[in-house]
């Protein structure tokens, strides 16, 4: 056991292990429920045509078949979904919102998209039957490339709009105008970075229950935000929000796509549940996955870079364009991040942003791990590294010229960010990161001795070192209910799910580390709405930051509660009294004192009279909202080496030096790090999903999309820096995406490096070994 | 992945699908070959059939369509839940279970084709609440985020362990290529298959 397990701060061990590695964990799919009939759907082969007619008949007929519904037997219940985060108030915004049906009526718009919906004995019989249905379709005209998208005459995703403009949004400070006929160098390029699948190892399931002599409705599903998800069912099946309770159990990895709602999924289950009086279950499988899990996806940039002689920014300006896919559900959360972050930690005074959100017939666009943050950072970090190759800079120097410094602190931008919020940073203190990861990946020794030397022996070598910002842990709300049970278990509950960060630990830890008790002794529940039932979810890097901020303040009154009993008890003033070890007793003196539970029984009599003002029980609820989100940041290095013959990089060192501010458990943060970075890696040179020009995606599957795996992450070197945030009691950022946002930038700068004198200039990412092989052919730099 | 009991000089599914590229597979190309049955075509089915499984020392029946894979005869039927079914494919090994003794991808094994061996699953690791030691060198090397992909990575290293005792790096890297995680959790998972420690040859 490490030292103190009672350290908000140490490397305890996760709670959760033993449950997860003997397989007793409960994920969605796991769920077994008495009578429960399966679900299997029938989606668009096409990525755009006009639907004609479906005939659901012969499937109907099928034994063992119990129910096939299509968009006509939905009635009234075939509505467009909610829009699930309306745009920011920005001037000018235009903003179309079209929101996908549960099954589709007249039009399929992108491949995969549901038309039907069986349900049957058996998940091998639902699949049987939907070979049964026919589906008359007439194919239309795909929209994929966004430039031809917006051309006058090009085929319309959505018939009633004037074109496949989904929004434009046009964010200034300064005047880059002016700025630039001050310039002594601007550097103008067109940058593409394209994302890929989310590619969570669970797939997406959904378990829905109703229980009609209670008049209940359980959903269990894999969603990164069950009480939105409760909300929202409530009100579309007209049931009140007590009616339902909606259980995100284990979830198997969410980054991203598990927050976007109303999936047609889940807004069908529930509400077929219903009608039919047996629970019914669907896992997706990963084809679908693929086709109707949400992905993050290209942007294509023209940006350019005003600097002085000497390689400081006078401004950017940056017009853009981002594929939303067939629907807009999800606002425009992602290219307001991209416009946000492109400033990095840099002092950029004249900011010039508009970019145009574009529909295509491919599946919906929502955040994945990043959000966008990394196509802005590949934007400023590109433009740097050109910048600096021009003036004959060092590429660390050029950015230590720009850096904000220390001083500049709370830092506002003028421009908006996501949640409406002003565009602000916190805390931060760059240099001295910039200057630590440089140190530990050895730049200036290995630019000096070790790359000439390599280069000399017919070696391609390079390094990188980025830097970046994220914003996290932005509000609106999250709440907990810290609770002593009598036998001295505290419990904690919260509303946001988990999916891998380490809550169960993470938020025990917070409670903990107040109560002055063991960590194995705090039992965390998440994501469970009988539990808990106000909050948001787990986005944006939240997670730890405002969900256990008000872990914090609860465990804060818990303990103001516990001294009071006590008080009481021992007929001692609360401000002589401690609490250590789970016990409260007389400050400094080594007694035994009362524990906990045994407080937390005298404080919950069965008779006798209680003083008015008096809550019963150890037990209270807090909640946390920040005014806006604090802001982590970091530098990323590595060294790579490229064989130009078969175009294969090999990342040989790779360091992060972070800051999230207080940290809770290094080791939890270290995982989300290693995982993000993992992630980064693999959208700069594994992964990309690939769409022909009818949109259909060609690699659909882990055989054709490919994860990078042990032999493609290198050991990650990490150091940690603490900028606490003021924005909350802990100091706490977020972390959860950090990993995989300067990534490609980095990848892109590195390769640049080792082929130096191929006359390669790298402006896209992802980077497959084949693309680079092209590059390398034909030379690159303008 | 580990079906390879030829350690040396092998090429690793992974790296066969690198070489050729991403997205010039055809699918299929690593299907496992279609059971051939000497006596032709069974008559069995197509209805449910008597399947006699012996799953973590259990002999059990389970009345399951022949078609029926061995993951959702396991999961499904005989409720071992602790397995997951990710690709379903044979490309993640999230579902990898302990067949005599070597590693299979359950999702692509039919319940019927494996009747009298020894099945091993997650499930049957642990006895009550006692680890094994594999389980107990990933709960010391945190070798787990989500979770989801532990039960195969689990089931793998145990395999490897079995096979070798000591295993290096590089046999550790082999058994285990062909078990996906997207946490990215490798790191620490090849640092509880190196740590592991009393795990009998299987
Ligand atoms: S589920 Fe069997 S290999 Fe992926
Ligand atoms: S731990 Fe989440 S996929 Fe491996």
Redesign the pocket.
């Known amino acids: 056991m490490p030292a103190d397990t009672r350290d908000r701060n140490a490397r305890v061990p996760r709670n959760e292990d033993a449950r997860l590695l003997t397989g007793r964990a409960r994920f969605v799919d796991d769920v077994r429920l008495p009578d429960m009939l399966h679900v299997a759907f029938l989606r668009s082969d096409y990525a755009h045509a006009r639907l004609r007619g479906v005939d659901a008949s012969a499937a109907r007929r099928r034994p063992g078949v119990a129910a096939v519904y299509t968009a006509a037997d939905l009635g009234d219940y075939s509505k467009p979904a909610p829009l699930l985060v309306p745009p920011p108030p920005i001037p000018g915004l235009v903003f179309h919102a079209c929101t996908h049906l549960p099954l589709a009526t007249d039009k399929v718009r992108h491949v995969g998209e549901p038309i039907a919906m069986v349900v049957a004995e058996s998940r091998y019989v639902a699949e049987d039957a939907l070979a049964d249905i026919v589906v008359e379709a007439e194919p239309l005209e795909a929209v994929g490339d966004l430039e031809a998208a917006l051309a006058p005459g090009a085929p319309r995703v959505h018939d009633h709009l004037e074109s496949n403009a989904a929004a434009h949004v046009v964010q200034r400070k300064g005047d880059y105008a002016s700025a630039r006929t001050r310039a002594d160098l601007v550097i103008a390029r067109r940058l593409l970075y394209d994302r890929g699948a989310a590619a969570a190892i669970e797939n997406r399931a959904i378990v829905a229950q109703w229980d009609a002599p209670a008049e209940e409705l359980t959903v269990w599903d894999t969603t990164q935000a069950p009480i939105p998800i409760r909300n929202g069912l409530a009100r579309m099946l007209g049931l009140l929000e007590s009616q339902v309770r909606v259980v995100a159990p284990f979830v198997g990895g969410g980054f991203g796509p598990k927050i976007m709602m109303f999936y047609p999924e889940e807004l069908l289950l529930p509400w077929a549940a219903m009608r039919l009086g047996r629970p019914l279950k669907w896992t997706e499988d990963r084809q679908e996955n693929f086709h109707a899990t949400t992905q993050e996806r290209g942007q294509v940039h023209d940006a350019e870079m005003a600097l002085t002689r000497d390689g400081r920014i006078l401004g950017v300006r940056d017009r853009f364009l981002f594929d939303t896919g067939a629907y807009d559900p999800y606002g425009l959360t992602i290219p307001i991040n991209t416009q946000c972050t492109l400033l990095g930690p840099y002092d950029i005074q004249h900011y010039d942003s508009e970019f145009t959100a574009v529909f295509t017939n491919r599946t919906l666009v929502s955040p994945v791990r990043g959000a966008g943050r990394q196509h802005g950072v590949f934007v400023s970090e590109r433009l740097l590294d050109i910048a600096a190759r021009e003036l004959g800079l060092d590429r660390v120097e050029i950015r230590k010229r720009n850096l904000l410094g220390p001083d500049r602190f709370p830092h506002d931008h003028r421009i908006l960010f996501q949640d409406s919020a002003p565009l602000v940073y916190d805390s931060g203190d760059y240099l001295p990161a910039l200057e630590q990861a440089a140190d530990m990946i050895g730049y200036d020794a290995f630019r000096r001795d070790e790359q000439p030397r390599a280069r000399a022996a017919g070696r391609h070598v390079g390094v990188g070192i980025a830097c970046y910002v994220e914003g996290t842990g932005i509000g609106p709300y999250e709440g907990a209910r810290v609770t002593v049970e009598p036998g001295g278990t505290v419990r904690v509950a919260t509303g946001v799910g988990t999916q891998g960060q380490g809550h169960y630990t993470v938020f025990a830890q917070i409670v903990a580390g107040v109560l002055d008790v063991e960590v194995t002794a705090v039992q965390v529940v998440t994501g469970d709405t009988r539990e808990f039932q106000w909050g948001t979810g787990t986005f944006a890097s939240r997670g730890a930051v405002v969900a256990g901020s008000a872990c914090h303040a609860a465990a804060l009154a818990v303990r103001d509660k516990a001294l009071a009993v006590a008080s009481r008890l021992l007929d001692m003033p609360a401000d002589r009294l401690e609490l250590a070890a789970g016990r409260v007793r007389v400050r400094g003196s080594s007694d035994a004192g009362v524990a906990l539970g045994e407080l937390a029984a005298e404080a919950n009599p069965l008779r006798g009279a209680v003083r008015p003002g008096t809550e019963p029980g150890l037990e209270a609820t807090a909640y946390f909202g920040p005014d806006r989100g604090s802001t982590a940041s970091g530098v990323h290095a590595m060294i790579v080496e490229v064989d130009p013959e078969t175009a294969m990089v090999d990342i040989t060192r790779y360091v992060v030096v972070h800051d999230c501010g207080r940290m809770i458990n290094p080791t939890i943060v270290e995982g989300q790090i290693h995982g993000g970075v993992a992630h980064g890696i693999g959208n700069a040179f594994f992964e990309q999903l690939v769409y022909d020009d009818q949109g259909q995606l060609l690699n659909a599957s882990?055989m054709d999309y490919l994860l990078p795996t042990a032999t493609d992450v290198p050991p990650i070197e990490t150091a940690h820096r603490e900028t606490p945030s003021p924005f909350n009691p802990v100091g706490l950022k977020g972390v959860g995406e950090a990993g995989c946002i300067p990534t490609g930038a980095l990848f892109a700068q590195a390769v640049e490096d080792a082929l130096h004198g191929f006359g390669v200039e790298i402006t896209e990412i992802p980077l497959s070994p084949s693309r680079l092989f092209d590059l390398l052919q034909r030379g690159s730099r303008p | 992945m580990a079906q390879n009991d030829d350690p040396a000089g092998t090429v690793s599914r992974r790296d066969f699908i690198k070489t050729v590229g991403a997205t010039s597979v055809a699918a299929g190309v690593l299907a496992p070959a279609a059971p051939v049955t000497a006596q032709g075509p069974a008559a069995l089915g197509p209805g449910p059939v008597p399947v006699n499984l012996t799953i973590n020392g259990r002999a059990r029946t389970l009345q399951i369509e022949p078609r029926v894979t061995l993951?959702d005869a396991v999961r499904d039927h005989a409720n071992l839940t602790g397995n997951?079914?990710?690709?379903?494919?044979?490309?993640?090994?999230?579902?990898?279970m302990i067949v005599d003794g070597r590693t299979v991808?359950?999702?692509?094994t039919l319940a019927i084709d494996v009747q009298g061996s020894r099945i091993r699953t997650v499930d049957g690791l642990a006895n009550g609440d006692d680890l094994h030691p594999v389980q107990e060198a990933f709960c010391a090397a945190d070798g787990m985020m989500c979770g989801f992909c532990t039960p195969g990575f689990v089931m793998a290293t145990v395999a490897l362990l079995e096979k070798y005792p000591k295993p290096t790096i590089a046999q550790a890297r082999r058994e285990l290529d062909g078990n996906v995680c997207r946490c990215g959790t490798f790191n620490r998972v090849f640092e509880a298959a190196l740590s592991a420690g009393g795990v009998n040859r299987g």
Do not use: M
């Not at chain 2, 997951?84 to 990898?96: F, P, Q, S």
């Open positions: 882990f | 993951l997951k079914r990710v690709c379903d494919r044979g490309t993640c090994g999230a579902c990898t991808y359950s999702c692509s």
